[in-house]
């Protein structure tokens, strides 16, 4: 079981290097502890997102779409401008699981995948703490210079009857 208590961090990271991850979330260390060994943690930039999910709501898009393209001034997405040769790893605490077209993933393991894997989220089933990792290698996507504290985080929901 996780050593992480997710209810106690606060919302994530966003493009961080490495040592600033570690500095702003030293509870996640366990999680990097069983990061691929063939991998030097150094090379990637690095994204965290902590949710407090209720039933039906999502974490993450829940649409078919893949990660860090890079896109133009307009937001159109520069297909022809990915690294396929290039790894991105995510690594999620629990449901809901995130679901790529080959299946889902694991809880609590780093799944590699790269900018033309498509992949979407899933609905909380239950009240539920969230964590979500994703290191993306420095040449797809290098580090921010400072801001790295991630201050917010959104849901994604259908149209339900919600209450509390
Ligand atoms: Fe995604």
Known sequence: MSKIDWSKQHCGV?????????????????????????????????????????PRQYPCIPGWHVDN?????????????VRLDLPMYMW??????????????????????????????QQASEFTWRGFIRATHKDIMPPKKENWLRRHCQVYVDEVDYQW
Do not use: C
């Open 92 to 121: 999620i605490s629990g449901g809901p699981l995130t679901q790529f077209r080959t299946g889902y993933i694991q809880p609590e393991k780093w799944v590699r995948f790269t900018q033309a894997d498509e992949h979407r989220g």
């Open 14 to 54: 966003h493009q961080a290097p490495l040592e600033k991850f570690l500095a702003l979330m030293p509870d996640l260390r366990p999680a990097l502890e069983s990061f691929p060994r063939n991998e030097n943690p150094h090379d990637f930039t690095w994204d965290v997102k902590v949710h407090m999910l209720m």
């Open 69 to 81: 393209v890079p896109r133009q001034a307009d937001g159109r997405q520069m297909f022809d401008k």
